[in-house]
Nanobody, 120 residues
Framework: QVQLVESGGGLVQPGGSLRLSCAAS????????MGWYRQAPGKERELVAA???????NYADSVKGRFTISRDNAKNTVYLQMNSLKPEDTAVYSC??????????????WGQGTQVTVSS
């Protein structure tokens, strides 16, 4: 069984920064890709950023140049550094991890979500 635990959300003023963390725990698992998604009230969930085990990254156009995703494979942890935050970045941010369990069963897990609010 694999679990994801997120941390780092909160309230920040426009132009400020936050760092989100998502750690995977359990046994017998390997993770291929990890990513962050967000969902604002009344909107669909969207991909913010993703990173593969090899370090390839993908970003939503709206966050390019402001957000950076990184990963510590040894700790099975993914980070999202968010700089120059804007009110429109306000959303619930959720971590996602896709991989295999005991080398045979694929999984696609979601964290519990963490609120990010950008407001003065």
């Amino acid at each position: 069984q694999v679990q994801l635990v997120e941390s780092g959300g909160g309230l920040v003023q426009p132009g400020g920064s936050l760092r989100l963390s998502c750690a995977a725990s359990g046994s017998g698992f390997s993770i291929n890709a990890m990513g962050w998604y967000r969902q604002a009230p009344g909107k669909e969930r969207e991909l913010v950023a993703a990173i593969t085990s090899g370090g390839s990254t993908n970003y939503a156009d709206s966050v390019k140049g402001r957000f950076t995703i990184s990963r510590d494979n040894a700790k099975n942890t993914v980070y999202l550094q968010m700089n120059s935050l804007k009110p429109e970045d306000t959303a619930v941010y959720s971590c996602n991890a896709a991989g295999t369990l005991w080398g045979v069963r694929a999984f696609d897990l979601w964290g519990q979500g963490t609120q990010v609010t950008v407001s003065s």
